[in-house]
């Protein structure tokens, strides 16, 4: 993988792999700004497994691999978060 392609865009998750000593909370900071850098029609899952699929073989113990896990888990099952039209009405 290289700068600049359809799953990297901005080629952040190819520089995350070049920093050494990079923690799992910035690796999750560079995550966000990848998946707000896509397209609304490109598919996160598939692009993430197309990552994983590249990066993960040479770079298993690497946070971004486990983030990039992570979040191909969370984008998998979306679920509704909280919010007052959540709430039963006429609680008492």
């Not at 994983?52 to 679920?79: C, F, K």
């Amino acid at each position: 993988m290289k700068k600049g392609t359809p799953e990297d865009p901005k080629g952040l998750i190819f520089e995350s792999y070049r920093i050494e000593g990079i923690t799992k909370p910035e690796c999750r900071t560079i995550f966000l700004d990848w998946a707000l850098s896509l397209p609304v029609e490109q598919n996160s899952a598939k692009t993430i497994s197309s990552l994983l699929a590249q990066y993960q073989p040479d770079h298993p113990d690497h946070p971004m691999t486990e983030v990039l896990s992570e979040g191909l888990h969370t984008m998998a099952t979306p679920r509704r978060r909280g919010g007052w039209r959540n709430r039963v009405r006429n609680q008492q």
